[in-house]
């Protein structure tokens, strides 16, 4: 086990050391395995801005060390720059958000890198 170090003590939020948005239940797999259950044909995704003003009063309260962005596959999601974008700006002090996926996609969203 670790220990989070604040290294902003002057904070008054809640340091989280990660989170995971998980935001679609679609995936362009269909593994045996897999633990999302994204393998039964589940469909539908979370836009941002559906979720920008909840996610503004939780960035009052917390602060994330390692934001985490999933799905089915987020890659996916046509939000996804708005996503990214969003939880950067909401979290600022730390990582970009990481991105769990497959990988099939990479080369096809448009301003990813």
């Not at 989170?19 to 044909?41: A, P, Q």
């Not at 934001?67 to 700006?89: A, H, T, Y």
């Amino acid at each position: 086990m670790y220990k989070i170090v604040d290294d902003h003590p002057d904070d008054p939020r809640s340091l989280v050391s990660n989170i995971e948005f998980y935001i679609t239940n679609v995936c362009n797999l269909t593994c045996s395995g897999c633990n999302r259950y994204n393998n039964y044909k589940f469909s539908g995704f979370d836009n941002f801005n559906n979720y920008k003003e909840i996610l503004e009063r939780w960035a009052e309260k917390i602060d994330i060390i390692k934001p985490v962005i999933l799905g089915g596959e987020p890659l996916l999601n046509p939000s996804i720059n708005q996503w990214i974008e969003g939880i950067r700006q909401l979290w600022p002090r730390h990582h970009s958000p990481q991105i769990q996926s497959n990988g099939t996609r990479i080369d096809l969203v448009k301003d990813l890198y």
